[in-house]
């Protein structure tokens, strides 16, 4: 499912957040993102990698700070010549605990790398920023506590929040009975990265298989065409013409190519792509469109879940 949606919105480098995985079986995480890609896992701050940083090869990333709660990353783009820093946060979710994320979070904005450069910080905070942020508000009076301290911590750091677009609300609470939304989930940045990309922003999406909305931060300069690659559905070697098929795209391969054994192999898997598209789609478009259809459902319920929270919203959701 993230390998998919990689695939699907091509971010460069991103992070996932609370991930449950222990050091002895880090390959979870190598199986979940595209082959060739990168990841770090801050391992050596908690039990579990509770902040996971991906990215493309294509870029050049170096951690240079991490702690429990934020892992910090200068970052290369080879192509448009820049060079950025983006922090990925996960906050704990007591507020006392908070603390030294906040304090952090002052340290790095006053150290060399970061004076005069875009920073950017991204992730789950645990904490909300204005009564607005949660869905009940004004009707009761919302827990505030801990906002005070993130307000006062951005401002030590001289960091605000950056534009966004998307769902108004980050997180629900799963609750039949009593849902409620909160944003506790930040795009923010410093005066240099809002001078350096003025039409950058963030857009909060529905959640994939979590309850907190995806923030994918776009940054148009940075945009890059997008070509469908060829996609090979496994499901379909279990089919009874699979064997068919793949014998009589080769033996025509075979038959009429010329040249060197390593061109003559390219060009065989090269007919085969047409071959394979047409057996998926003869005989499982069907199930790729319900699929979907039901995947479509799920998001739209999750949007309205994160938009205007109710018991009958969540009953559905959780039938879906």
Known sequence: MLKDWINIHKPLFGAFLETHIQPTNARRIKNAIPIGWKYYGNFDH???????????????????????????????????NINITVSFVYGFNQVDQRLP????????????????????????????????????????DVDLSGMDDFVLALQAANLFEAASKGLPFTWWNSSEAHPF??????????????NEF??????????????????????????????????????????????????????????????SHQFQLVRALKRLKPSMRRLHKDHYSGISKRAKAQAEVVTALQR????????????????S
């Open 101 to 140: 994320l906040w304090e952090e979070l002052s340290w790095l904005s006053s150290s060399t790398l970061l004076a005069t450069k875009p920073w950017a910080v991204v992730g789950d905070f645990n904490q909300i920023l204005r009564a607005t942020h949660h869905s009940e508000s004004p009707s009761i």
């Open 181 to 194: 939304s909160k944003r506790i989930d930040h795009a923010i940045i410093n005066e240099f990265w809002a």
């Open 46 to 80: 908690h039990q579990t990698a509770r902040v996971v940083v991906v990215w493309d090869p294509r870029v050049s990333l170096f951690v240079y700070h991490a702690s429990a709660q934020m892992v910090t990353c200068g970052i290369f783009v080879q192509s448009e």
């Open 198 to 259: 003025p039409d950058a922003f963030a857009e909060f999406l529905e959640p994939i298989q979590s309850d907190h909305a995806v923030c994918s931060f776009q940054v148009p300069r940075l945009a890059r065409p997008t070509r469908k690659p060829f996609k090979f559905f496994h499901h379909v070697v279990d089919h009874s013409l699979y064997a068919l098929t793949v014998e009589e795209s080769w033996s025509l391969s075979n038959s009429i190519e010329r040249g």
């Open 304 to 319: 309205q879940l994160l938009t205007n929270p109710s018991p009958d919203l969540a009953g559905q959701e959780h039938r």
